[in-house]
């Protein structure tokens, strides 16, 4: 990833210009070389308001899972402002954090109760300051 963009920077100032080259985060890390790395979590955050931006799916992207499927957030029934669990974040790098969600429930679950969990982007969730420096710290 490094290498291409200073191949691109390099080719735009050989043509005599200089370009801009961004690439949004997700797309950026699942062409990322490298494995994610799980840790466990246990914490409540928020959807944030700018939700729709983001997938969720039923694997980290960039795992090594093959068949990576999305789910319509209507069908998942979380909008903004809806409280959810995070019990497993993955990380590749610094830059991109992906956290496994349930909806919160204030019942405990039994054995036999199916909980659906997905997978978002960091940036589509609001944590809470105290997990937010503890993750800033963990890097």
Known sequence: MFKKSILLAVTALGLGGFVSVTQSPVSSAASMPGSLS??????????????????????????????????????????????????????????????????YSTKKATKHTKVQKYWIYGQALVLPKSITNQLALSY
């Open 38 to 103: 799980y840790h466990k979590a246990n914490f409540n955050a928020k959807i944030g308001t700018n939700y729709k931006s983001f997938k969720l799916t039923n694997h980290a992207p960039n795992s090594s899972y093959k068949n990576i499927k999305t789910t319509s957030w209507k069908k998942s029934g979380l909008k903004a402002g809806t409280k959810v669990h995070v019990d497993l974040y993955a990380n590749q790098g610094l830059q991109f954090n992906w956290y496994r969600i349930t909806k």
